[in-house]
């Protein structure tokens, strides 16, 4: 595995992260909005500037929030989809618990490949089955056939607890498993 890609894959998942940390600050007003609102130059005294705005209200703020968090999950997605190409073949008609993480994943992906910022789940036709997952002692459904053509919406895989719970699955798949030749 090239350390670049982990680590790309590792920041991907702080900026999710913080993503994820920032709409719900912006949601609770646990941080001050007009932060958010304040003009300044970028890079340096002469860079370009970011226009003051107070014009944006907090549903505006917590929209640009939710937007740069669909960004920002895409991102890490894409990360680890090709992190994986390293480490496991695709396999969509396994029952294997992992096999089928990594079907997700990809299709994930493929929704995100399409349109970053209103990822659609475009399935290919071999991945258009339901997917019982075990997370954490626990039986997931996502039925991909369902889904298919569908807008992704977090929730459709069972929230972001869900997600990151797929995420370390596939981390400690990578830390235990040799590279593919």
Request: proline share 4%.
């Amino acid at each position: 595995m090239n350390e670049t890609e982990l680590n790309q894959f590792t920041l991907s998942i702080e900026c999710l992260k913080l993503a994820l940390r920032l709409s719900r600050a912006i949601n609770n007003e646990t941080i001050d909005l007009n932060v958010l609102r304040e003009g300044y130059r970028i890079d340096n005294p002469n860079g370009p500037i970011i226009p003051h705005e107070n014009e944006l209200s907090k549903s505006d703020l917590y929209q640009d929030a939710q937007n740069l968090q669909v960004s920002a999950l895409g991102t890490c997605i894409l990360y680890l989809d090709k992190l994986l190409e390293s480490f496991v073949k695709k396999n969509p008609s396994s029952e294997v618990n992992f096999d089928k993480i990594r079907s997700i994943i990809f299709q994930l992906r493929n929704a995100y490949a399409h349109n970053p910022l209103r990822p659609t789940w475009y399935c290919w036709t071999k991945y258009l089955r339901e997917y019982n997952i075990e997370l954490n002692n626990e039986s997931i459904i996502i039925d991909l056939s369902t889904l298919n053509g569908q807008e992704f919406d977090i929730n459709q895989i069972g929230g972001f607890g869900n997600l990151f719970s797929m995420i370390e699955e596939c981390k400690n798949f990578i830390a235990k498993t040799p590279k593919l030749s």
